[in-house]
């Protein structure tokens, strides 16, 4: 890889060319001008920077290249280490979590096991704390093992609070409720899964049966499920 | 420690955003952009505020920009800023009518009632994607032959779409070329057969899945050409979809009457459904409008009911919103927000804000909300005059005729949701009347409202130019006494009722009665024929347009009417979840437009409305869902089967 300073500033440098946001009907309201007779175009089109790659619009716009720490202590930078050109599952918990954490774990481990089976793909699980300034990669090591997950291909990571909760929001984690947000025992558990160079990614519903969990992420995966996707009549 | 300019602490990385907000804006205006222009281009707020940027993700970000709260406000808390473009250049386009071609035209092997599981060695796959036989009694009984009376075949296809002069060419999922799709044009009584082609690329261009499932919305449809959204098949396949074009209760409550007039539809839709995608796939074009006539609705304004003329004054419109990348300008989709996209781009049958000349006469519009999340109140407004009410006739509510035209102010609609309207153009001779959507609504989730914002504040979507020469106009004037269908009764006590709580887990996951969704289960069995009456409780602060597959529903209790005024208190659900009646009507039951058949309903937030319904005619697996294509990916939905027998499940 490229010095990592570099790009972590033009990483920055970047998010700063995303769009900006706005409100919406705000914008409606005094963004139009109301019965004005249409300006000419102007001579020629308006220029346009060129058009994104499929996998560079989402890494621009949701993967900041942020460094995370894993339970074993390594450092490791989100898009470059983890995400890039590979394919992965993300959820969130925390390591004393006991409401819908385990569940999730343990409906991982069963679509890893599902996973195994049918697809040929090399398949990464990363598991992102909600309280990086409580867990600990030690913390997050003993999850594991509680957990009985012994997963080369399953990292559980922590980072810098700021980090990590920048990663939480461009990962549609974070609740727009302020006090649901708050909450940690409520945070999001739904699991994003994608094909990083293919730049498909879905969202779907992190308690669910394990065997459905499979068949959806497997979306993500065309062509390379050994069996067709089954539908009972 | 970092402080923004109030003095609140922030997080390092915020006051970086902020930092580079203050850079960009001195960027800009080096450029040479007035702060006029940075206003409306969405990038700078009236009070001169560089709002920061957030990415595209309304979810992310929903509690910062200008100090505001994103439930109730407007202000730095929405989804996107696309770049300016100057509206109202182009002309609406109205998709081609779809053309029937000869059997021996279509391309691959012959339809077959069971699918063609053969393989083909061009790509290796099974020719069809479809999984299960065309169910009896197509291909024995004679109304249903097959292949089918009229065979078409479609294409799914990459092509560059123009959206607006001011924007580069859009690289979108077509259906033949154009979004949206070409038009059927269905009869009732002439089944159809459509062979339907997956040639999508794998390159997505960032979003959308080349796996899909067409889903005629509406379709008194047989289980396996239904579109089911597990029903998917991959690029390279196609899925022959048979649609019987006959009326409800043909082979069961009706025989002998070939199906109950009563339960004929008008205006339907098809768009793509795949299992957590759809939202994904319909942003990115695929969509298309069918229209299903018969010896009332005739299409010709001399016979029948004389509504106007199809296609001269019989106008299909289909109502998207959308955003655009400010750099690249192009379709941005935000892929992570779950809760719902707004877009700042209103989009007419395709096209950004267009225009359409037509004559001074009536005119019958089909509109469509074709989402992704937006809820709609659509008015004309006249510019010259804007408070003046401009009242019309709408003559559905969803996708057939109402038992009379009723006059209202406005028509709202939830995704999906859809009302043919009878405008008399007369009245506005030489004159230039808008479409706008008043609807004030601050976020993708649906609630709770803004309120409606005054004549010529909302968006104006299409511009309509009343400059066209004086025709003649057989059509029938519309009005309280004109007599269309009857409402089949639902007044026979219901085999079984049956409870939906719609809701969210603590950690945010979509749940029906406390269950979430796969595609494998099934969570309850209606028996074919009967009545069944579902009390749907929204148990949330949001909205949900619910769609129902298969069979149309009466809503007896809890319609929701009109959004309120702006004075609309949007604290208080209670009211906003009321019905608003055009004119006065008091009670919950319904009135006006909701004596109506329908196949989305919209509950508005901590509503609870009962429908009903007999799923006849045929068997198989059919889901209920959130139309908000974002809830309906994630997983808003449950399936049911239609069976011989069925359950009584009352909490499914």
Request: hydrophobic fraction near 35%; aromatic fraction near 10%.
């Given at each position: 890889?490229?010095?990592r300073?570099?790009?972590?500033?033009?990483?920055?440098?970047?998010?700063?060319?995303?769009?900006?946001?706005?409100?919406?009907?705000?914008?409606?309201?005094?963004?139009?001008?109301?019965?004005?007779?249409?300006?000419?175009?102007?001579?020629?089109?308006?220029?346009?920077?060129?058009?994104?790659?499929?996998?560079?619009?989402?890494?621009?716009?949701?993967?900041?290249?942020v460094e995370l720490v894993t339970s074993e202590g390594d450092k490791v930078r989100f898009?470059d280490d983890l995400?890039?050109?590979?394919?992965?599952?993300?959820?969130?918990m925390y390591a004393?979590?006991?409401?819908?954490?385990?569940?999730?774990?343990?409906?991982?481990?069963?679509?890893?096991?599902?996973?195994?089976?049918?697809?040929?793909?090399?398949?990464f699980i990363y598991s992102m704390t909600?309280k990086p300034e409580q867990d600990s990669p030690a913390a997050l090591k003993d999850y594991a093992r509680v957990h009985?997950v012994s997963d080369p291909r399953w990292l559980f990571l922590t980072g810098k609070p700021?980090d990590v909760?920048?990663l939480?929001?461009?990962?549609?984690?974070?609740?727009?409720?302020?006090?649901?947000?708050?909450?940690?025992?409520?945070?999001?558990?739904?699991?994003?899964?994608?094909?990083?160079?293919?730049?498909?990614?879905?969202?779907?519903?992190?308690?669910?049966?394990?065997?459905?969990?499979?068949?959806?992420?497997?979306?993500?995966?065309?062509?390379?499920?050994?069996?067709?996707?089954?539908?009972?009549? | 420690?970092?402080?923004?300019?109030?003095?609140?602490?922030?997080?390092?990385?915020?006051?970086?955003?902020?930092?580079?907000?203050?850079?960009?804006?001195?960027?800009?205006?080096?450029?040479?952009?007035?702060?006029?222009?940075?206003?409306?281009?969405?990038?700078?707020?009236?009070?001169?505020?560089?709002?920061?940027?957030?990415?595209?993700?309304?979810?992310?970000?929903?509690?910062?920009?200008?100090?505001?709260?994103?439930?109730?406000?407007?202000?730095?808390?929405?989804?996107?800023?696309?770049?300016?473009?100057?509206?109202?250049?182009?002309?609406?386009?109205?998709?081609?009518?779809?053309?029937?071609?000869?059997?021996?035209?279509?391309?691959?092997?012959?339809?077959?009632?069971?699918?063609?599981?053969?393989?083909?060695?061009?790509?290796?796959?099974?020719?069809?994607?479809?999984?299960?036989?065309?169910?009896?009694?197509?291909?024995?009984?004679?109304?249903?032959?097959?292949?089918?009376?009229?065979?078409?075949?479609?294409?799914?296809?990459?092509?560059?779409?123009?959206?607006?002069?001011?924007?580069?060419?859009?690289?979108?999922?077509?259906?033949?070329?154009?979004?949206?799709?070409?038009?059927?044009?269905?009869?009732?009584?002439?089944?159809?057969?459509?062979?339907?082609?997956?040639?999508?690329?794998?390159?997505?261009?960032?979003?959308?899945?080349?796996?899909?499932?067409?889903?005629?919305?509406?379709?008194?449809?047989?289980?396996?050409?239904?579109?089911?959204?597990?029903?998917?098949?991959?690029?390279?396949?196609?899925?022959?979809?048979?649609?019987?074009?006959?009326?409800?209760?043909?082979?069961?409550?009706?025989?002998?009457?070939?199906?109950?007039?009563?339960?004929?539809?008008?205006?339907?839709?098809?768009?793509?459904?795949?299992?957590?995608?759809?939202?994904?796939?319909?942003?990115?074009?695929?969509?298309?409008?069918?229209?299903?006539?018969?010896?009332?609705?005739?299409?010709?304004?001399?016979?029948?009911?004389?509504?106007?003329?199809?296609?001269?004054?019989?106008?299909?419109?289909?109502?998207?919103?959308?955003?655009?990348?400010?750099?690249?300008?192009?379709?941005?989709?935000?892929?992570?927000?779950?809760?719902?996209?707004?877009?700042?781009?209103?989009?007419?049958?395709?096209?950004?804000?267009?225009?359409?000349?037509?004559?001074?006469?009536?005119?019958?519009?089909?509109?469509?909300?074709?989402?992704?999340?937006?809820?709609?109140?659509?008015?004309?407004?006249?510019?010259?005059?804007?408070?003046?009410?401009?009242?019309?006739?709408?003559?559905?509510?969803?996708?057939?005729?109402?038992?009379?035209?009723?006059?209202?102010?406005?028509?709202?609609?939830?995704?999906?949701?859809?009302?043919?309207?009878?405008?008399?153009?007369?009245?506005?001779?030489?004159?230039?009347?808008?479409?706008?959507?008043?609807?004030?609504?601050?976020?993708?989730?649906?609630?709770?409202?803004?309120?409606?914002?005054?004549?010529?504040?909302?968006?104006?979507?299409?511009?309509?130019?009343?400059?066209?020469?004086?025709?003649?106009?057989?059509?029938?004037?519309?009005?309280?006494?004109?007599?269309?269908?009857?409402?089949?009764?639902?007044?026979?006590?219901?085999?079984?009722?049956?409870?939906?709580?719609?809701?969210?887990?603590?950690?945010?996951?979509?749940?029906?009665?406390?269950?979430?969704?796969?595609?494998?289960?099934?969570?309850?069995?209606?028996?074919?024929?009967?009545?069944?009456?579902?009390?749907?409780?929204?148990?949330?602060?949001?909205?949900?347009?619910?769609?129902?597959?298969?069979?149309?529903?009466?809503?007896?209790?809890?319609?929701?009417?009109?959004?309120?005024?702006?004075?609309?208190?949007?604290?208080?659900?209670?009211?906003?979840?009321?019905?608003?009646?055009?004119?006065?009507?008091?009670?919950?039951?319904?009135?006006?437009?909701?004596?109506?058949?329908?196949?989305?309903?919209?509950?508005?937030?901590?509503?609870?409305?009962?429908?009903?319904?007999?799923?006849?005619?045929?068997?198989?697996?059919?889901?209920?869902?959130?139309?908000?294509?974002?809830?309906?990916?994630?997983?808003?939905?449950?399936?049911?089967?239609?069976?011989?027998?069925?359950?009584?499940?009352?909490?499914?």
């Amino acid at each position: 890889m490229n010095d990592r300073t570099i790009n972590r500033r033009g990483m920055f440098g970047r998010l700063a060319a995303v769009p900006l946001a706005v409100g919406v009907a705000a914008s409606a309201q005094g963004g139009q001008k109301r019965g004005a007779p249409a300006a000419a175009p102007p001579a020629g089109k308006r220029t346009f920077a060129p058009p994104l790659s499929g996998r560079e619009t989402v890494r621009r716009r949701y993967f900041p290249d942020v460094e995370l720490v894993t339970s074993e202590g390594d450092k490791v930078r989100f898009y470059d280490d983890l995400i890039k050109d590979k394919i992965v599952i993300l959820n969130l918990m925390y390591a004393k979590c006991d409401g819908v954490c385990p569940i999730t774990t343990s409906n991982l481990k069963a679509v890893r096991k599902i996973l195994s089976r049918d697809v040929d793909h090399d398949i990464f699980i990363y598991s992102m704390t909600v309280k990086p300034e409580q867990d600990s990669p030690a913390a997050l090591k003993d999850y594991a093992r509680v957990h009985g997950v012994s997963d080369p291909r399953w990292l559980f990571l922590t980072g810098k609070p700021a980090d990590v909760d920048l990663l939480r929001h461009k990962l549609g984690f974070a609740d727009r409720d302020p006090v649901v947000d708050r909450d940690k025992t409520r945070h999001s558990g739904m699991l994003r899964y994608g094909n990083e160079p293919t730049a498909i990614w879905g969202t779907c519903q992190g308690s669910a049966e394990p065997e459905w969990i499979a068949e959806e992420i497997a979306f993500a995966i065309p062509r390379q499920f050994k069996r067709h996707p089954r539908v009972n009549d | 420690m970092y402080y923004n300019a109030n003095g609140e602490r922030i997080a390092r990385w915020r006051w970086r955003e902020l930092l580079q907000a203050r850079r960009n804006r001195l960027d800009l205006i080096k450029a040479g952009f007035t702060r006029r222009d940075l206003v409306n281009m969405g990038l700078l707020t009236a009070g001169g505020m560089l709002i920061a940027k957030r990415g595209l993700s309304s979810r992310a970000y929903a509690s910062w920009g200008s100090g505001t709260d994103c439930h109730y406000d407007n202000s730095g808390c929405g989804n996107c800023a696309s770049p300016s473009i100057t509206p109202f250049l182009m002309n609406m386009p109205i998709p081609p009518v779809k053309q029937p071609i000869a059997l021996s035209s279509l391309t691959g092997p012959a339809p077959t009632i069971a699918p063609n599981n053969a393989i083909n060695p061009a790509t290796g796959k099974a020719y069809e994607g479809r999984t299960r036989a065309h169910q009896s009694p197509i291909g024995t009984d004679s109304r249903l032959p097959f292949p089918a009376t009229k065979i078409y075949q479609v294409t799914q296809q990459a092509a560059g779409v123009t959206v607006s002069g001011d924007l580069p060419t859009q690289q979108l999922w077509t259906f033949d070329g154009v979004s949206p799709g070409p038009t059927y044009v269905a009869q009732y009584g002439t089944p159809i057969l459509i062979r339907n082609y997956n040639n999508l690329p794998s390159n997505n261009g960032g979003f959308g899945l080349n796996s899909v499932t067409t889903h005629l919305h509406n379709g008194h449809t047989p289980s396996e050409s239904d579109g089911f959204p597990c029903d998917y098949f991959s690029a390279g396949q196609y899925y022959d979809q048979y649609y019987p074009n006959q009326l409800a209760g043909f082979l069961s409550t009706h025989q002998s009457t070939n199906g109950d007039v009563n339960e004929a539809l008008s205006s339907l839709w098809y768009h793509d459904h795949r299992e957590g995608f759809t939202a994904q796939n319909v942003y990115k074009g695929l969509v298309g409008h069918y229209l299903l006539f018969n010896a009332f609705d005739t299409g010709n304004e001399t016979t029948g009911f004389r509504l106007p003329s199809f296609p001269d004054y019989d106008i299909p419109m289909m109502f998207a919103d959308r955003c655009f990348d400010a750099q690249t300008g192009a379709l941005a989709f935000d892929t992570f927000n779950i809760d719902g996209i707004l877009g700042d781009k209103f989009m007419v049958n395709g096209v950004i804000q267009p225009v359409l000349h037509v004559h001074p006469r009536r005119y019958r519009f089909r509109w469509t909300n074709t989402g992704p999340s937006r809820f709609l109140q659509l008015y004309l407004t006249d510019l010259t005059s804007p408070s003046t009410p401009q009242p019309f006739w709408q003559i559905s509510n969803d996708g057939n005729l109402l038992p009379h035209p009723v006059q209202v102010p406005a028509v709202a609609l939830g995704v999906a949701e859809r009302a043919d309207v009878i405008i008399d153009f007369a009245q506005y001779a030489g004159k230039t009347i808008y479409i706008e959507n008043r609807l004030n609504q601050p976020n993708g989730q649906g609630g709770p409202t803004g309120g409606v914002v005054a004549g010529g504040q909302g968006f104006l979507c299409l511009k309509i130019i009343v400059d066209l020469s004086t025709v003649s106009d057989n059509s029938a004037v519309p009005s309280a006494s004109t007599s269309y269908y009857t409402l089949p009764s639902v007044s026979a006590s219901p085999r079984v009722t049956r409870n939906f709580k719609l809701d969210q887990d603590r950690n945010g996951q979509w749940i029906i009665n406390d269950k979430l969704f796969s595609c494998n289960t099934s969570r309850f069995a209606v028996q074919q024929n009967s009545l069944e009456k579902w009390v749907i409780d929204n148990g949330r602060d949001w909205s949900h347009p619910m769609h129902v597959h298969l069979e149309e529903h009466q809503v007896t209790q809890g319609a929701p009417g009109l959004y309120g005024s702006d004075s609309d208190d949007h604290n208080d659900y209670q009211r906003w979840g009321s019905q608003y009646c055009w004119s006065g009507c008091t009670s919950n039951s319904s009135t006006g437009v909701n004596l109506a058949r329908k196949d989305t309903v919209r509950l508005t937030p901590r509503s609870t409305v009962t429908i009903k319904m007999r799923f006849r005619d045929w068997l198989g697996r059919y889901p209920m869902h959130c139309h908000n294509v974002i809830h309906e990916d994630h997983a808003m939905m449950l399936r049911f089967d239609v069976a011989t027998t069925g359950d009584t499940k009352s909490n499914p």
